[in-house]
């Protein structure tokens, strides 16, 4: 199980911090990575960090977003600086299939709302 949090109201040019805790050591033994969904858009893939620790951006995150894991405490993390509206979406953390760039499970847990105002 996947619990997200720390999402927000925030302005243009702020940051956020989310967290993904989970139940089990799926940090330690998969790539994980953040997703989000704006309202009439399809989910995306916006960072991953593998089980070594080897990241990934999307190019409309790269730069602002650092995606992390503090394997010990079973948790990542997705730091936002420069927020822009077009970040404005519900967050969602899970597992990454590197082939697909989709999770190996279809099951998501309840997100956090990320809107960013201008």
């Known amino acids: 199980q996947l619990v997200e949090s720390g999402g927000g109201l925030v302005q243009v040019g702020g940051s956020l911090r989310l967290s993904c805790t989970s139940s089990g050591t799926i940090f330690r033994v998969t790539t994980m990575g953040w997703y989000r969904q704006a309202p009439g858009k399809q989910r995306e893939l916006v960072a991953h960090i593998t089980n070594s620790g080897s990241t990934n951006y999307a190019d409309s995150v790269k730069g602002r977003f650092t995606i992390s894991k503090d394997n010990a405490k079973n948790t990542g993390y997705l730091q936002m600086n420069s927020l822009k509206p077009d970040d404005t979406a519900v967050y969602y953390c899970?597992?990454?299939?590197?082939?697909?760039?989709?999770?190996?499970?279809?099951?998501w847990g309840q997100g956090t709302q990320v809107t960013v105002s201008s």
């Open positions: 899970n597992s990454v299939r590197i082939s697909t760039m989709t999770p190996f499970r279809d099951s």
